[in-house]
């Protein structure tokens, strides 16, 4: 609770626990794929969740907004007085960055295909329903169809989060008018 206050009178996104987070995904993410969390946002995004039960509620631009502050805050300086960033700055250091320069056509479009397919595979799972389906073979799925049709599903699937947070506001102010009639 104290938490959420403190987002919202800080405007904080992500907590000091978060950041201790995200580094030891860098980590994880970098050994395990080798793809750059920063060209490959959605793809992190999609690993952070499943590896790190990371938080649902954001965005890939605040997660590599996030990504590219920690990096640059621990390669600038190497000081810190803080406990909280003594430790992330630990963390930061078992991070084996790679310097892949990927400028290939070829490659520029499956990157985009991998994370329209993360995001698509993200959204669907993201809710603990009944789904008859891995999600290996979902994602095998959205691989093999049009590229067009996934825009499509993507899309639609990005009206719906943005239809959701239009409710969650609509409920809150509902609650704030009815509150104030009560008081």
Known sequence: MEEEASKKSGGRVFSEKDDLVI???LADFLSKTGKD???HAADFHYFMQEEKSFR?????MQIKRKVRT?????????????????????????????NNDENEAGEENRMDVEGSVAYILNEIF???????????????GLESIDESLRAEMEEKW???????????????????????LVL
């Open 23 to 25: 580094l030891s995904g």
């Open 37 to 39: 969390p920063l060209k």
């Open 56 to 60: 649902s509620d954001l965005s890939n």
């Open 70 to 98: 920690l990096k640059d805050k621990f390669e600038k300086s190497q000081i810190f007085t803080k406990p909280h960033d003594k430790k992330a700055f630990k963390l930061f250091n078992k991070i084996i960055w790679r």
């Open 126 to 140: 993201r809710f603990d329903g009944d789904i008859a389906l891995s999600k290996d073979d979902a994602k095998k």
């Open 158 to 180: 990005r009206k719906l989060r943005m239809d959701e947070m239009n409710l969650v506001v609509t409920r809150a102010q509902y609650a704030k008018d009815r509150a104030r």
